[in-house]
């Protein structure tokens, strides 16, 4: 009669043991889950400024200030690497209308032809960040099977721009950032 106690006891606890285990899972997974959304935020607010600036080859006052709205929860839920990806996007938006707030005082000559060249260069490397936007957003959006992730980023190739070497960006380690002409 004491075994039979014995075996059920063992299997109730075995049994608690299984559920409290679950559980950890599924609140793991919820926390993924729940970071996914508020870092795919971040990700389409910067596809959008982008999607405006490549549509319009300028940056809007509303596109700028959506793309800052969007932006702004970033250092809660990416690494330097990303904020420095951020912040080089929003300096470049700036470089670019600066340029296109200048060309109507400049006529014919030199300085305009330069600055419209410096324009496009701008507009250019904006097109470039867009088709390059989901690689260096991916090691922080990639979902992984049965809540296998940790919470730190993946190892996963980083683009350093157009043209330019990619390198192996590790948990913990910061990116050297995106490449500037």
């Known amino acids: 009669m004491q075994t039979i106690q014995s075996v059920g ?3 109730l606890t075995a049994f608690g043991v299984w559920i409290a285990w679950r559980q950890f899972v599924t609140a793991r997974t919820k926390l993924q889950l729940d970071l996914f959304d508020r870092r795919y935020v971040v990700f389409a607010a910067a596809r959008a400024f982008l ?12 596109a700028l200030r959506a793309f800052e709205l969007g932006t702004a929860d970033a250092a809660f839920f990416y690494g330097d690497d990303i904020l420095t990806y951020l912040a080089g996007l929003r300096t470049k938006a700036y470089e670019l209308q600066g340029i296109i707030d200048t060309l109507p005082a400049h006529g014919v000559g030199d300085q305009r032809t330069n600055l419209v060249a410096a324009k496009w ?25 049965r809540g296998r992730q940790r919470f730190t980023r993946a190892a996963a190739p980083h683009p350093t721009g157009p043209g330019g070497p990619s390198r192996t960006a590790h948990a913990g380690e910061a990116s050297e950032g995106l490449l500037l002409p």
């Open 9 to 11: 006891i063992i299997i």
């Open 51 to 62: 999607a405006d600036i490549c549509a319009h080859a300028a940056s809007s006052e509303s």
């Open 121 to 145: 260069d701008r507009v250019k490397w904006m097109h470039q960040q867009f088709e390059l936007l989901t690689a260096t957003f991916l090691p922080y959006l990639r979902l992984t099977d």
